[in-house]
């Protein structure tokens, strides 16, 4: 499987974006596809994720109620919704797949994106 993210940009505080996060190959029903985020000189912190098949969806809380993850099965496609954005969201975000235990931690991911850049001035 192999991930490519885009979407990622220059935004002002308040603003929104949308980052999009493409597979080929297949994903497997019971796989979940997340997505991650660093920011320089911090470590890579959990998301949002949503399972495969039924559409279960997580979420940090530091983005509950602006970020909005979703995906077209048919198109292999996951798209996290990025609104009121804030200095502290820019990050290189990351999107990830596999079979997880724990979908909050990076290490149970198997493949993962190379990163797409949000950058959010105040």
């Known amino acids: 499987v192999q991930l490519v993210e885009s979407g990622g940009g220059l935004v002002q505080a308040g603003g929104s974006l949308t980052l999009s996060c493409a597979a080929s190959?297949?994903?497997?029903?019971?796989?979940?596809v997340a997505w991650f985020r660093q920011a320089p000189g911090k470590e890579r912190e959990f998301v949002s994720a949503?399972?495969?098949?039924?559409?279960?969806?997580y979420y940090t809380d530091s983005v509950l109620g602006r970020f909005v993850i979703s995906r077209d099965n048919a198109k292999n496609m996951v798209y996290l919704q990025m609104n009121v954005l804030k200095p502290e969201d820019a990050a290189v975000y990351y999107c990830?797949?596999?079979?997880?235990?724990?979908?909050?931690?990076?290490?149970?991911?198997?493949?993962w994106g190379q990163g797409t850049q949000v950058t959010v001035s105040s």
């Open positions: 990830a797949t596999g079979l997880v235990l724990s979908h909050r931690d990076p290490d149970h991911y198997d493949y």
């Open positions: 190959g297949q994903i497997l029903s019971s796989w979940i």
């Open positions: 949503i399972t495969w098949t039924r559409g279960t969806t």
